[in-house]
């Protein structure tokens, strides 16, 4: 069982007001309001499609146990496996905390854990020789805190995520008030924003 708990917010939208309002040939004040609301919705709508995390915020992931490994051989019976860290990118892990029956957390020595940044989603797996210490709560015994997204600022969310935003955030707009636009699988296939996320989108977490 896993819990996700996002403990810090991203400071800032992958879209400013200006381009949006550039993108839309929107030239007053009016909407200002509206058009931030709809910013924010066109991110949530591309994380929730792509299953990723664009700017930077801080989670916890808890665990009740460590994960089983999968495969074939006695030594698969007792070896713990990965842990996939959902929201990639993964940026860095701050620490992995084994609580105990008096719910006091330990760190784990950071030598132990092997932390795969590269891998999409991100995984943490134990150094050789590593044996994995055993919660003493039975639920959430294990947390690993991480930083997630592509980074703090706009700009470093990929231009194709971003440009599909736009058209999702523009679509929004033109049809704010149809019944049609409270569907969000309408909105992204219409505004065409589906298909600029598709290559960024990840297979379902196993």
């Not at 400013?16 to 931030?36: G, N, P, Q, W, Y």
Request: aromatic content about 6%; charged content about 20%.
């Amino acid at each position: 069982m896993q819990k996700l708990v996002e403990t810090t917010a991203p400071a800032a939208e992958p879209l400013t007001l200006d381009e949006v309002k550039l993108h839309l040939r929107v030239s007053t004040d009016t909407d200002d309001a509206l058009i931030s609301t709809l910013i924010a919705a066109a991110r949530m709508m591309c994380e929730s499609y792509t299953g990723l995390a664009l700017i930077s915020r801080q989670c916890s992931l808890y665990l009740d146990c460590w994960p089983a490994e999968t495969g074939r051989g006695p030594r698969y019976r007792s070896a713990p496996g990965a842990i996939k860290i959902p929201l990639p990118p993964l940026s860095a892990v701050a620490a992995i905390n084994i609580y105990d029956e008096n719910d006091t957390a330990t760190p784990m020595d950071a030598g132990d854990y092997i932390v795969d940044a590269a891998a999409r989603p991100g995984r943490i797996v134990l150094s050789e020789g590593a044996s994995p210490p055993e919660p003493g709560r039975a639920v959430n015994g294990i947390e690993v805190q991480f930083t997630a997204g592509y980074g703090a600022e706009a700009a470093d969310v990929p231009a194709l995520l971003r440009l599909g935003m736009k058209q999702l955030a523009g679509w929004l707009y033109a049809h704010r008030g149809d019944a049609e636009a409270g569907a969000p699988e309408a909105a992204l296939t219409l505004s065409g924003a589906s298909a600029l996320f598709r290559p960024y989108r990840l297979m379902r977490l196993s």
